[in-house]
C-alpha cells in the first residue's frame, strides 16, 4: 500500500470514530435521530477536508481562466449546499404557522358552534318562562278569588336563574376536557374511553357526581371494570375544580335524562356512603 493511500485510509477511520463517538454523544443527549446523522455526515465532512490538503497542488491559474474557474467553484459548492440541505429536513415557520392556524380554527369554530347551542337554549327558556307566565295570569284571570292557591302561585323564577347553573356547568365540561372521555349527544370521545352519559341524569344524584368527580374510586360504571382498576379516570379534579365548578357540572350533569341512549350503570364501590341512587329513582322528579 502506497504511503499516501495508508494515510488516506488512517483519516476515514479517524473519520468514522469520531463520527461514531458524536452519534453517541448526540444520542446520550438525546438528540433527535436526524442530528444524530447529522453529525456523522459532519465528521466525514472533515475528513474530506483532512484529504483535500494532501491533495496535489493545482496548476496556478491566471487571467480569464483563474476567474472562470472561481465562479465555477463558487457555482458547484453553492450546488452542494442547497442540493444537500434540501435533503435534510427544514423549519418553516410559514408551515408552523399554517399548522397552529389550524388548531386554532377548530377551537374558534367550536366555540361559536357551543355559543350559539346556548344561545339557542337560553331562547328556549325564555320563550318556556313566558308562557308559564301567561298561563298563570290566565289561571288568576279565571278564578282570582276561588282559588286562593293559583292567586298565591310562587311567581315564576326568572329563567336565567336556573338556566344560567346549568349553562355553566356545561362551560366547566367543556373547560375540564370531560368530553376527551365521555360522550355526550353523541359528542366527545371517539376513542370509547370512558361511557357515554346521555342518561346519566336518570342514574346517578347531584351528590353522586360530586363524589364522582372529586373521588373517582367512589363508583365506577358497569362495563367499565379494568379502566376503573386503571384508574383511567383523572383523580385530579378535587384540586383542579372550585366548589362553584363543581356545583354547576353536577347540576348539568343531572340534567342528561335521554333514556333511549344506553348509559351504563354505575357500580357503587364505597360501601358506607350514601348514594341515594334507589330513593332518588322512586322519588317523583323535582
Ligand atoms: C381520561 C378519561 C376520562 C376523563 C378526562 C374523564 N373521565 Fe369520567 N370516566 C372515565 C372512565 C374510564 C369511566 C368508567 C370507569 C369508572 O367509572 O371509573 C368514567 C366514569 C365516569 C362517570 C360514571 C358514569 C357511569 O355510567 O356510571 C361519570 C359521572 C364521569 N365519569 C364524569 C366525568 C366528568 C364530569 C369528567 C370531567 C370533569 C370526567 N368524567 C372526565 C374516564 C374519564
Known amino acids: 500500500m502506497s504511503r499516501s493511500n495508508r494515510s488516506l485510509m488512517k483519516k476515514a477511520l479517524l473519520g468514522a470514530i469520531v463520527g461514531t463517538i458524536l452519534i453517541g454523544v448526540a444520542r446520550a443527549l438525546a438528540f433527535p435521530p436526524v442530528f444524530q446523522r447529522m453529525f456523522f455526515i459532519y465528521a466525514m465532512l472533515g475528513v474530506v477536508v483532512f484529504v483535500l490538503l494532501d491533495a496535489p497542488a493545482l496548476k496556478p491559474l491566471s487571467g480569464m481562466d483563474a476567474l472562470v474557474a472561481l465562479v465555477a467553484f463558487y457555482a458547484l459548492l453553492s450546488a452542494v449546499y442547497i442540493g444537500g440541505a434540501s435533503l435534510l429536513p427544514q423549519y418553516d415557520p410559514e408551515d408552523e404557522k399554517g399548522k397552529i392556524d389550524k388548531l386554532l380554527k377548530a377551537k374558534r369554530e367550536k366555540a361559536g358552534h357551543e355559543l350559539k347551542n346556548l344561545d339557542q337554549l337560553m331562547q328556549q327558556a325564555e320563550a318556556l318562562d313566558r308562557k308559564t307566565q301567561e298561563l298563570a295570569a290566565r289561571l288568576n284571570r279565571l278564578a282570582p278569588a276561588s282559588t286562593p292557591e293559583a292567586a298565591a302561585l310562587p311567581a315564576p323564577k326568572p329563567p336565567t336563574g336556573g338556566m344560567s347553573l346549568v349553562a355553566r356547568g356545561m362551560e366547566v365540561y367543556e373547560l375540564h376536557e370531560c368530553y376527551n372521555c365521555h360522550k355526550i349527544g353523541g359528542k366527545g370521545s371517539v376513542k370509547k374511553r370512558g ?42 379534579y378535587k384540586d383542579l375544580m372550585s366548589e362553584e365548578e363543581l356545583d354547576a357540572l353536577s347540576a348539568y350533569l343531572s340534567t342528561l335524562k335521554n333514556p333511549s341512549v344506553e348509559t351504563p350503570k354505575p357500580v357503587f364501590v364505597k360501601t358506607k356512603v350514601e348514594h341515594g341512587l334507589l330513593r332518588d329513582l322512586s322519588a317523583p322528579p323535582q
Not at 197 to 222: Q, R
Open 195 to 236: 361511557p357515554v352519559l346521555d342518561n346519566i341524569g336518570n342514574l346517578l344524584t347531584i351528590e353522586d357526581f360530586k363524589k364522582k368527580i372529586f373521588d373517582p374510586a367512589y363508583l365506577y360504571a358497569e362495563g367499565f371494570e379494568k379502566e376503573h382498576k386503571k384508574g383511567v379516570m383523572p383523580d385530579k
